[in-house]
Protein backbone atom coordinates (compact mmCIF):
# COMPACT_ATOMS: atom_id res chain seq x y z
CA UNK A 1 0.00 0.00 0.00
CA UNK A 2 1.57 3.23 -0.98
CA UNK A 3 -0.24 5.12 2.12
CA UNK A 4 -2.32 3.94 4.28
CA UNK A 5 -5.50 4.80 2.16
CA UNK A 6 -3.77 5.47 -1.41
CA UNK A 7 -5.55 3.71 -3.87
CA UNK A 8 -2.61 1.46 -5.02
CA UNK A 9 -1.32 -1.13 -7.16
CA UNK A 10 0.75 -3.10 -4.80
CA UNK A 11 -1.40 -6.62 -4.91
CA UNK A 12 -2.91 -6.26 -1.31
CA UNK A 13 -6.29 -7.48 -0.47
CA UNK A 14 -9.11 -5.04 -0.93
CA UNK A 15 -8.88 -3.08 2.68
CA UNK A 16 -10.56 0.09 1.71
CA UNK A 17 -13.93 0.49 2.40
CA UNK A 18 -16.46 0.41 -0.20
CA UNK A 19 -19.83 1.29 -1.04
CA UNK A 20 -21.84 0.78 -4.29
CA UNK A 21 -22.01 3.50 -6.88
CA UNK A 22 -25.81 4.22 -7.62
CA UNK A 23 -25.06 0.73 -8.76
CA UNK A 24 -24.70 0.04 -12.02
CA UNK A 25 -26.08 -3.60 -12.81
CA UNK A 26 -22.76 -5.54 -11.95
CA UNK A 27 -22.90 -3.50 -8.32
CA UNK A 28 -25.86 -4.82 -6.89
CA UNK A 29 -24.52 -8.34 -5.90
CA UNK A 30 -21.29 -6.59 -4.51
CA UNK A 31 -20.58 -8.00 -1.00
CA UNK A 32 -22.34 -5.70 1.51
CA UNK A 33 -19.27 -4.09 3.25
CA UNK A 34 -19.40 -1.31 6.12
CA UNK A 35 -18.75 1.83 5.06
CA UNK A 36 -17.48 4.64 7.44
CA UNK A 37 -17.59 8.20 6.40
CA UNK A 38 -14.57 9.64 6.47
CA UNK A 39 -13.72 12.44 8.66
CA UNK A 40 -15.81 15.56 8.14
CA UNK A 41 -12.75 18.12 7.23
CA UNK A 42 -10.93 15.32 5.35
CA UNK A 43 -10.63 15.96 1.26
CA UNK A 44 -12.40 12.47 -0.43
CA UNK A 45 -11.49 10.81 -3.34
CA UNK A 46 -13.89 8.58 -5.28
CA UNK A 47 -13.47 5.76 -7.84
CA UNK A 48 -14.66 2.96 -9.51
CA UNK A 49 -13.18 -0.31 -9.88
CA UNK A 50 -13.39 -3.62 -10.71
CA UNK A 51 -13.18 -5.99 -7.79
CA UNK A 52 -12.82 -9.57 -7.80
CA UNK A 53 -15.15 -10.67 -5.05
CA UNK A 54 -14.55 -14.40 -5.16
CA UNK A 55 -13.03 -17.40 -7.55
CA UNK A 56 -15.66 -18.07 -10.26
CA UNK A 57 -17.44 -16.48 -13.21
CA UNK A 58 -17.74 -13.17 -15.02
CA UNK A 59 -20.70 -12.42 -11.61
CA UNK A 60 -17.68 -12.17 -9.22
CA UNK A 61 -16.38 -9.20 -10.98
CA UNK A 62 -18.02 -6.52 -9.75
CA UNK A 63 -17.84 -2.73 -10.78
CA UNK A 64 -17.81 -0.60 -7.11
CA UNK A 65 -17.14 2.67 -5.98
CA UNK A 66 -14.35 3.36 -3.14
CA UNK A 67 -14.53 6.52 -1.39
CA UNK A 68 -11.02 7.25 0.31
CA UNK A 69 -9.40 9.83 1.81
CA UNK A 70 -6.83 11.45 -0.93
CA UNK A 71 -4.03 9.74 -1.26
CA UNK A 72 -0.37 10.84 -0.13
CA UNK A 73 2.11 10.31 -2.47
CA UNK A 74 5.32 8.70 -1.35
CA UNK A 75 8.74 9.70 -2.96
CA UNK A 76 8.90 8.62 -6.22
CA UNK A 77 5.49 7.22 -6.35
CA UNK A 78 2.70 9.11 -8.65
CA UNK A 79 -0.90 9.05 -9.33
CA UNK A 80 -2.39 8.02 -12.79
CA UNK A 81 -5.79 8.99 -13.80
CA UNK A 82 -6.40 5.60 -15.92
CA UNK A 83 -8.04 5.93 -19.03
CA UNK A 84 -7.87 1.98 -20.15
CA UNK A 85 -6.35 -0.77 -18.82
CA UNK A 86 -5.85 -4.58 -20.46
CA UNK A 87 -7.06 -7.87 -19.85
CA UNK A 88 -4.55 -10.62 -20.31
CA UNK A 89 -4.73 -14.36 -19.81
CA UNK A 90 -2.98 -14.08 -16.46
CA UNK A 91 -6.28 -12.73 -14.97
CA UNK A 92 -8.57 -15.08 -16.23
CA UNK A 93 -6.58 -17.34 -14.51
CA UNK A 94 -6.96 -15.55 -11.38
CA UNK A 95 -10.34 -14.69 -11.56
CA UNK A 96 -10.64 -18.66 -11.70
CA UNK A 97 -8.44 -18.86 -8.29
CA UNK A 98 -5.72 -20.54 -10.65
CA UNK A 99 -2.88 -17.89 -9.60
CA UNK A 100 -1.47 -18.46 -6.59
CA UNK A 101 0.12 -15.23 -6.98
CA UNK A 102 -3.03 -13.11 -6.95
CA UNK A 103 -4.63 -12.42 -3.04
CA UNK A 104 -7.86 -13.69 -1.79
CA UNK A 105 -10.84 -11.60 -2.76
CA UNK A 106 -11.92 -8.79 -2.60
CA UNK A 107 -8.52 -7.59 -5.39
CA UNK A 108 -8.67 -5.16 -7.71
CA UNK A 109 -7.16 -7.22 -10.37
CA UNK A 110 -4.74 -5.32 -13.28
CA UNK A 111 -1.30 -5.60 -13.79
CA UNK A 112 -1.18 -3.06 -16.94
CA UNK A 113 -2.97 0.01 -18.39
CA UNK A 114 -2.59 3.82 -19.40
CA UNK A 115 -3.64 6.97 -18.24
CA UNK A 116 -2.63 10.78 -17.48
CA UNK A 117 -0.60 11.43 -13.98
CA UNK A 118 -2.60 13.84 -12.13
CA UNK A 119 -0.18 14.39 -9.31
CA UNK A 120 3.58 13.41 -8.62
CA UNK A 121 5.59 12.54 -5.01
CA UNK A 122 9.02 14.08 -3.98
CA UNK A 123 12.10 13.29 -5.77
CA UNK A 124 10.15 12.30 -9.79
CA UNK A 125 11.91 14.01 -11.92
CA UNK A 126 11.25 12.20 -14.76
CA UNK A 127 7.28 12.25 -14.79
CA UNK A 128 5.04 15.79 -14.47
CA UNK A 129 1.22 16.09 -14.12
CA UNK A 130 -0.37 15.89 -17.56
CA UNK A 131 2.25 13.13 -18.50
CA UNK A 132 0.07 10.59 -20.60
CA UNK A 133 1.77 7.39 -19.37
CA UNK A 134 1.89 3.56 -19.97
CA UNK A 135 1.60 1.48 -16.75
CA UNK A 136 3.24 -2.26 -15.54
CA UNK A 137 2.26 -2.46 -12.50
CA UNK A 138 1.68 -5.44 -10.09
CA UNK A 139 -2.15 -5.04 -9.75
CA UNK A 140 -4.89 -2.98 -8.86
CA UNK A 141 -4.79 -1.64 -12.74
CA UNK A 142 -8.65 -1.87 -12.94
CA UNK A 143 -10.04 1.04 -11.44
CA UNK A 144 -9.98 4.71 -12.21
CA UNK A 145 -6.69 5.85 -10.37
CA UNK A 146 -3.77 4.07 -9.21
CA UNK A 147 -0.60 5.25 -7.15
CA UNK A 148 2.45 3.39 -8.53
CA UNK A 149 6.04 4.64 -8.24
CA UNK A 150 6.94 6.64 -11.33
CA UNK A 151 9.67 4.01 -12.28
CA UNK A 152 6.95 1.65 -13.37
CA UNK A 153 5.30 4.27 -15.96
CA UNK A 154 6.60 4.84 -19.31
CA UNK A 155 5.78 8.03 -21.64
CA UNK A 156 3.75 7.10 -24.04
CA UNK A 157 4.07 8.11 -27.98
CA UNK A 158 2.20 11.00 -29.23
CA UNK A 159 0.36 8.64 -31.85
CA UNK A 160 -0.16 6.50 -29.40
CA UNK A 161 -4.28 5.54 -28.23
CA UNK A 162 -4.76 4.90 -23.97
CA UNK A 163 -6.03 1.50 -25.57
CA UNK A 164 -2.54 0.63 -27.43
CA UNK A 165 -0.92 1.69 -24.56
CA UNK A 166 -3.02 -0.59 -22.35
CA UNK A 167 -2.19 -3.49 -24.89
CA UNK A 168 1.62 -2.99 -25.19
CA UNK A 169 3.24 -3.98 -21.93
CA UNK A 170 2.44 -7.47 -20.76
CA UNK A 171 2.09 -8.95 -24.25
CA UNK A 172 4.85 -6.85 -25.92
CA UNK A 173 7.46 -7.73 -23.08
CA UNK A 174 6.70 -11.14 -22.33
CA UNK A 175 7.29 -11.67 -26.10
CA UNK A 176 10.51 -9.88 -26.20
CA UNK A 177 12.32 -10.96 -23.20
CA UNK A 178 11.21 -14.55 -24.08
CA UNK A 179 12.75 -13.75 -27.95
CA UNK A 180 15.96 -12.00 -27.16
CA UNK A 181 16.69 -12.96 -23.50
CA UNK A 182 15.44 -16.18 -23.27
CA UNK A 183 15.87 -17.83 -26.74
CA UNK A 184 18.19 -15.24 -28.22
CA UNK A 185 16.91 -15.44 -32.37
CA UNK A 186 19.04 -13.95 -34.27
CA UNK A 187 19.33 -13.47 -38.42
CA UNK A 188 17.77 -16.74 -40.09
CA UNK A 189 16.32 -18.70 -37.45
CA UNK A 190 12.85 -20.07 -37.27
CA UNK A 191 10.39 -19.93 -34.62
CA UNK A 192 7.59 -22.14 -33.70
CA UNK A 193 5.11 -19.83 -31.61
CA UNK A 194 1.88 -21.59 -30.01
CA UNK A 195 -1.05 -19.49 -29.65
CA UNK A 196 0.33 -17.28 -32.18
CA UNK A 197 -3.44 -15.38 -32.79
CA UNK A 198 -3.24 -14.58 -29.21
CA UNK A 199 -1.86 -11.47 -27.48
CA UNK A 200 1.73 -12.68 -26.75
CA UNK A 201 1.65 -14.30 -29.74
CA UNK A 202 0.66 -11.23 -32.30
CA UNK A 203 3.17 -9.48 -30.29
CA UNK A 204 5.97 -12.52 -30.90
CA UNK A 205 5.01 -12.71 -34.46
CA UNK A 206 5.58 -9.05 -35.45
CA UNK A 207 8.62 -8.77 -32.85
CA UNK A 208 9.93 -11.83 -35.12
CA UNK A 209 10.21 -9.54 -38.30
CA UNK A 210 12.26 -6.90 -36.70
CA UNK A 211 15.14 -9.42 -37.31
CA UNK A 212 15.85 -10.62 -40.63
CA UNK A 213 14.96 -13.91 -42.26
CA UNK A 214 13.43 -15.29 -39.41
CA UNK A 215 10.93 -17.73 -40.15
CA UNK A 216 7.55 -18.46 -38.44
CA UNK A 217 5.26 -21.35 -37.25
CA UNK A 218 2.36 -20.71 -35.99
CA UNK A 219 -0.39 -22.74 -34.48
CA UNK A 220 -3.67 -21.05 -33.84
CA UNK A 221 -7.41 -22.22 -35.08
CA UNK A 222 -7.88 -22.39 -38.44
CA UNK A 223 -10.20 -19.91 -38.06
CA UNK A 224 -7.72 -17.92 -37.59
CA UNK A 225 -5.22 -18.74 -40.17
CA UNK A 226 -5.80 -15.69 -42.74
CA UNK A 227 -5.48 -12.86 -40.24
CA UNK A 228 -1.93 -14.22 -38.64
CA UNK A 229 -0.46 -14.83 -41.95
CA UNK A 230 -1.33 -11.40 -42.90
CA UNK A 231 0.17 -10.54 -39.70
CA UNK A 232 3.73 -12.28 -40.85
CA UNK A 233 3.32 -15.95 -39.48
CA UNK A 234 4.91 -18.01 -42.76
CA UNK A 235 3.75 -21.21 -41.43
CA UNK A 236 0.33 -21.53 -40.19
CA UNK A 237 -0.72 -24.95 -38.25
CA UNK A 238 -4.09 -25.64 -37.26
CA UNK A 239 -2.92 -27.67 -33.51
CA UNK A 240 -6.62 -28.62 -33.20
CA UNK A 241 -6.79 -31.39 -36.37
CA UNK A 242 -3.09 -31.67 -36.31
CA UNK A 243 0.09 -32.58 -35.08
CA UNK A 244 2.34 -29.58 -35.16
CA UNK A 245 5.34 -31.78 -34.37
CA UNK A 246 4.62 -33.57 -37.57
CA UNK A 247 3.30 -30.60 -39.65
CA UNK A 248 6.64 -28.89 -38.61
CA UNK A 249 8.93 -31.99 -39.98
CA UNK A 250 7.09 -31.50 -43.16
CA UNK A 251 7.85 -28.58 -43.86
CA UNK A 252 11.45 -28.12 -42.19
CA UNK A 253 13.17 -31.68 -41.40
CA UNK A 254 15.28 -30.08 -38.47
CA UNK A 255 12.12 -28.03 -37.03
CA UNK A 256 12.01 -25.03 -35.36
CA UNK A 257 14.43 -23.40 -33.61
CA UNK A 258 12.94 -21.56 -31.01
CA UNK A 259 9.48 -22.14 -29.45
CA UNK A 260 7.70 -19.20 -27.91
CA UNK A 261 4.30 -19.79 -25.54
CA UNK A 262 3.02 -22.35 -23.99
CA UNK A 263 1.05 -25.24 -26.16
CA UNK A 264 -2.92 -25.48 -25.79
CA UNK A 265 -3.48 -27.87 -23.23
CA UNK A 266 -5.75 -31.06 -24.35
CA UNK A 267 -5.18 -34.39 -22.87
CA UNK A 268 -2.86 -36.23 -25.09
CA UNK A 269 -0.53 -32.69 -24.65
CA UNK A 270 -0.33 -32.92 -21.35
CA UNK A 271 0.18 -36.71 -21.45
CA UNK A 272 3.01 -36.32 -23.47
CA UNK A 273 4.46 -32.71 -21.47
CA UNK A 274 3.79 -35.47 -18.67
CA UNK A 275 5.96 -38.12 -20.22
CA UNK A 276 8.57 -35.67 -21.47
CA UNK A 277 9.35 -34.03 -18.01
CA UNK A 278 10.31 -37.44 -16.71
CA UNK A 279 12.39 -38.51 -19.21
CA UNK A 280 14.38 -35.28 -19.91
CA UNK A 281 17.84 -35.67 -19.53
CA UNK A 282 19.58 -32.78 -19.12
CA UNK A 283 22.79 -34.13 -19.60
CA UNK A 284 21.31 -34.98 -23.62
CA UNK A 285 21.08 -31.35 -24.49
CA UNK A 286 24.80 -30.69 -24.23
CA UNK A 287 26.08 -33.01 -27.18
CA UNK A 288 22.89 -32.05 -28.98
CA UNK A 289 23.66 -28.35 -28.30
CA UNK A 290 19.95 -27.08 -27.02
CA UNK A 291 18.58 -25.00 -24.41
CA UNK A 292 15.51 -25.02 -22.38
CA UNK A 293 14.04 -21.63 -20.37
CA UNK A 294 11.19 -21.33 -18.77
CA UNK A 295 9.64 -17.37 -18.38
CA UNK A 296 7.34 -15.86 -16.23
CA UNK A 297 6.59 -11.83 -16.14
CA UNK A 298 5.88 -11.53 -12.49
CA UNK A 299 8.78 -12.97 -11.17
CA UNK A 300 11.29 -10.62 -13.26
CA UNK A 301 12.76 -8.54 -10.42
CA UNK A 302 15.10 -6.89 -12.48
CA UNK A 303 13.29 -3.41 -12.80
CA UNK A 304 15.85 -2.15 -14.93
CA UNK A 305 15.47 -5.00 -17.36
CA UNK A 306 11.83 -4.25 -17.48
CA UNK A 307 12.27 -0.83 -17.82
CA UNK A 308 14.79 -1.28 -21.02
CA UNK A 309 12.80 -3.69 -22.59
CA UNK A 310 9.88 -1.09 -22.52
CA UNK A 311 12.12 2.25 -24.06
CA UNK A 312 12.98 -0.24 -26.95
CA UNK A 313 9.34 -1.12 -27.50
CA UNK A 314 8.57 2.29 -27.64
CA UNK A 315 11.25 2.78 -29.79
CA UNK A 316 9.78 -0.26 -32.24
CA UNK A 317 6.59 1.43 -32.01
CA UNK A 318 7.58 4.71 -33.04
CA UNK A 319 9.43 2.95 -35.89
CA UNK A 320 6.15 1.71 -37.08
CA UNK A 321 7.66 -1.68 -36.68
CA UNK A 322 5.20 -3.22 -33.77
CA UNK A 323 1.51 -2.16 -33.53
CA UNK A 324 -0.57 -3.70 -30.19
CA UNK A 325 -3.80 -5.19 -31.80
CA UNK A 326 -6.81 -4.09 -30.37
CA UNK A 327 -9.61 -6.46 -30.46
CA UNK A 328 -12.46 -5.06 -28.52
CA UNK A 329 -12.66 -2.18 -25.98
CA UNK A 330 -15.21 -2.47 -23.07
CA UNK A 331 -16.51 0.66 -21.05
CA UNK A 332 -15.94 0.77 -17.68
N1 LIG B 1 4.80 -16.62 -18.34
C1 LIG B 1 4.44 -15.36 -18.53
O1 LIG B 1 5.05 -14.43 -17.99
C2 LIG B 1 3.28 -15.07 -19.43
C3 LIG B 1 3.01 -13.76 -19.85
C4 LIG B 1 1.93 -13.54 -20.71
C5 LIG B 1 1.14 -14.62 -21.12
N2 LIG B 1 1.44 -15.87 -20.66
C6 LIG B 1 0.66 -17.04 -21.09
O2 LIG B 1 0.77 -17.15 -22.50
C7 LIG B 1 -0.43 -17.73 -23.00
C8 LIG B 1 -0.98 -16.82 -24.10
O3 LIG B 1 -1.38 -15.59 -23.52
P1 LIG B 1 -2.15 -14.52 -24.39
O4 LIG B 1 -2.28 -13.29 -23.57
O5 LIG B 1 -1.54 -14.44 -25.73
O6 LIG B 1 -3.59 -15.19 -24.49
P2 LIG B 1 -4.83 -14.77 -25.40
O7 LIG B 1 -4.60 -13.49 -26.11
O8 LIG B 1 -6.01 -14.89 -24.53
O9 LIG B 1 -4.85 -15.92 -26.52
C9 LIG B 1 -4.98 -17.21 -26.13
C10 LIG B 1 -5.13 -18.10 -27.36
O10 LIG B 1 -5.27 -19.40 -26.85
C11 LIG B 1 -6.16 -20.14 -27.65
N3 LIG B 1 -7.13 -20.82 -26.80
C12 LIG B 1 -7.33 -22.14 -26.77
N4 LIG B 1 -8.24 -22.48 -25.89
C13 LIG B 1 -8.66 -21.34 -25.32
C14 LIG B 1 -9.61 -21.04 -24.32
N5 LIG B 1 -10.34 -21.99 -23.73
N6 LIG B 1 -9.80 -19.75 -23.98
C15 LIG B 1 -9.07 -18.78 -24.55
N7 LIG B 1 -8.14 -19.01 -25.50
C16 LIG B 1 -7.94 -20.28 -25.88
C17 LIG B 1 -6.81 -19.18 -28.61
O11 LIG B 1 -6.28 -19.46 -29.87
P3 LIG B 1 -6.89 -20.53 -30.86
O12 LIG B 1 -8.34 -20.21 -31.07
O13 LIG B 1 -6.07 -20.36 -32.05
O14 LIG B 1 -6.74 -21.86 -30.18
C18 LIG B 1 -6.34 -17.80 -28.18
O15 LIG B 1 -5.99 -16.99 -29.30
C19 LIG B 1 -1.38 -17.89 -21.80
O16 LIG B 1 -1.26 -19.22 -21.34
C20 LIG B 1 -0.83 -16.91 -20.78
O17 LIG B 1 -1.16 -17.25 -19.47
C21 LIG B 1 2.49 -16.12 -19.85
Known amino acids: MSGE?????????????????????????????????????????????????????????????????????????VLVRVKACGLNFGELLGRMGMDELLPSPPVTMGVEGSGVIEAVGEDVKERKVGDRVIVLSLGGMWQEVVVVSANRTFPMPEQMSFEEGAALSVNYVSAYLMLFEMANVRPGKSVLIHMAAGGVGIAATQLCQTVQDVTVFGTASASKHETIAQGGVTHLIDYRTKDYVAEIRKISPKGATNSVTGPKKNLLAVAKTWYNQLSLNTLKLMPANKAISGFYLGHIINEELVSRTMFKLLELYGQGKIKPHIDSKLPL
Open 5 to 77: EAPTQQQQPEQQEKKPDEPPPAAADAPEEATSAPAAEEKTLSFRALVLTGHGGYDKVKLQVKTQGEPRLQPGE
